[in-house]
Nanobody
Framework: QVQLVESGGGSVQAGGSLRLSCAVS????????VGWFRQAPGKEREGVAS????????YYSDSVKGRFTISQDNAKNAVYLLMNSLKVEDTAMYYC???????????????????WGQGTQVTVSL
C-alpha cells in the first residue's frame, strides 16, 4: 500500500523559511515523479514543484521559482521542499503527491497524480 506522509508545516512570518518533508513508503518510485501541490481556500489546487526520482530533473511553478527548492534522499525514501522568502500568498495546504508524469504538475493538466498525502498546513503572516 502506497503511503505519502507530509510533515514540517507551520506558521512563519513573511520572508521566513520552512522545510516540508514527504516520507514515501510502499511505492516503487525509481522512475516516477514526486512533488508538492498546494491549495489555498477558494482556489484550485496548484502544482508547486516535482522531482524525478530516477534522476535530478525538477519542475517549479513560476510562482515559486527561485524561492523554493525540491530535493530527495533516496536512502530515506524522502522528498523535501525548502521554502525560502515566504510570502503571504504562499499560505495553503500543501500536499505531497506521486505521478508517472511530470506534466501532472503543469497548470491546467488533466493528468492527476495517482497518490496523495494527507496534507500539511503552511501559514505565512505579515
Amino acid at each position: 500500500q502506497v503511503q505519502l506522509v507530509e510533515s514540517g508545516g507551520g506558521s512563519v512570518q513573511a520572508g521566513g523559511s520552512l522545510r516540508l518533508s514527504c516520507a514515501v513508503s510502499g511505492y516503487a518510485a525509481s522512475n516516477e515523479y514526486v512533488g508538492w501541490f498546494r491549495q489555498a481556500p477558494g482556489k484550485e489546487r496548484e502544482g508547486v514543484a516535482s522531482i524525478y526520482t530516477g534522476g535530478r530533473r525538477t519542475y517549479y511553478s513560476d510562482s515559486v521559482k527561485g524561492r523554493f527548492t525540491i530535493s530527495q534522499d533516496n536512502a530515506k525514501n524522502a522528498v523535501y521542499l525548502l521554502m525560502n522568502s515566504l510570502k503571504v500568498e504562499d499560505t495553503a495546504m500543501y500536499y505531497c503527491a506521486a505521478s508517472s508524469y511530470e506534466s501532472s504538475w503543469y497548470p491546467g493538466s488533466s493528468l492527476r497524480p495517482g497518490y496523495w498525502g494527507q496534507g500539511t498546513q503552511v501559514t505565512v503572516s505579515l
